[in-house]
């Protein structure tokens, strides 16, 4: 691991688009693409993400280095009402009507590599997670699983649909 942030690349002169955290797969931080990629079409994951978790790591005091510790993906049995309410609350965002949830996010790592962010949420939130991936011998690689969330969760309905949401753009 690179310890000293100004050893990692210059993206001064680049213009990006991040993702943040509306992906249906268990570990949906960010994901910080080229703003010329089609995020819909299959990709390698930009190695500016690298970078940006190699800093926050080296920020960051509870981070586990081991994999096997880190759970990665749902199981079909973790999609119960039950489970979603207590074990995975964190996962997922509970709200009555007009309420509304604000996050924060820590940029100093962006701020660090330079370039042009323009944070923005997926305007469509899906009515499935993935789960377990499986192995498909014929095209020698794993397939991702789809399954359907609850259409309620204790005394919450599940949205799915489009929203409004705004972007900001912020170069450093």
């Known amino acids: 691991m690179n310890n000293n942030p100004t050893q990692y690349g210059n993206y001064s002169n680049t213009q990006f688009l991040v993702n943040l ?11 910080v693409i ?3 990629l089609d995020i819909n079409k299959e990709h390698e994951i ?7 978790a190699d800093i926050y790591k080296s920020l960051s005091n509870n981070y586990s280095d081991s994999l096997t510790e880190v759970k990665t993906h749902y199981t079909v049995s973790d999609i119960t009402p039950e489970l979603i309410l207590d074990k995975f609350k964190d996962k997922f965002v509970f709200l ?16 660090l590599l330079k370039g042009c962010f323009t944070f923005y949420i997926s305007p ?6 993935y ?3 499986i192995w498909d011998k014929n095209q020698s ?7 359907v969330l609850p259409k309620l969760v204790g005394e919450y309905k599940l949205y799915s649909g489009y929203f409004n949401s705004n972007k900001i753009s912020i170069t450093f």
Request: glycine share 8%.
């Open 21 to 31: 955290g509306a992906s249906p797969h268990y570990l949906n931080g960010w994901e």
């Open 34 to 36: 080229p703003d010329t």
């Open 46 to 52: 930009h190695v500016i993400n690298d970078d940006l």
């Open 96 to 111: 009555r009507p007009g309420e509304i949830y604000i996050d924060t996010y820590n940029l100093v790592g962006f701020k």
């Open 124 to 129: 469509y939130l899906p009515t499935y997670v």
């Open 131 to 133: 789960t377990t991936p």
């Open 141 to 147: 690689k794993y397939i991702m699983t789809k399954s």
